[in-house]
C-alpha cells in the first residue's frame, strides 16, 4: 500500500466478530475528498476515488457557499487492501 500526503482522514475497516459485535482491523490513511468508496468482497479491497481541489479563483455571489474546484488531472482511485 502507498503512502499518501497530508493524511486528513481516514478509513476505518472493521468487521462483524459475532452478531452484533464489530472489531476494528485496521484505520487507513486516505486524502481529502475520498468519501465515498466501493468494496471488492472478492479480493477484499477498497476503491476510494479522489482528486485535488484548490479554491475557486472567482468570489462567491453573496449569501452562497462556493464549493472547491478539482485541479484537471488530478483524478485517481485510491486501493487499500492486503
Not at 63 to 78: A, C
Amino acid at each position: 500500500m502507498g503512502q499518501f500526503p497530508k493524511p486528513v482522514h481516514t478509513l476505518t475497516i472493521a468487521h462483524e466478530a459475532s452478531s452484533g459485535k464489530y472489531e476494528v482491523l485496521d484505520t487507513v490513511a486516505t486524502q481529502k475528498g475520498s468519501c465515498t468508496m466501493a468494496f471488492d468482497s472478492k479480493n477484499h479491497n477498497v476503491y476510494l476515488p479522489t482528486a485535488q481541489f484548490v479554491q475557486p479563483k472567482e468570489p462567491a455571489q453573496a449569501g452562497t457557499n462556493q464549493r472547491p474546484v478539482m485541479v484537471k488531472d488530478s483524478f485517481e482511485v485510491l486501493v487499500a487492501g492486503k
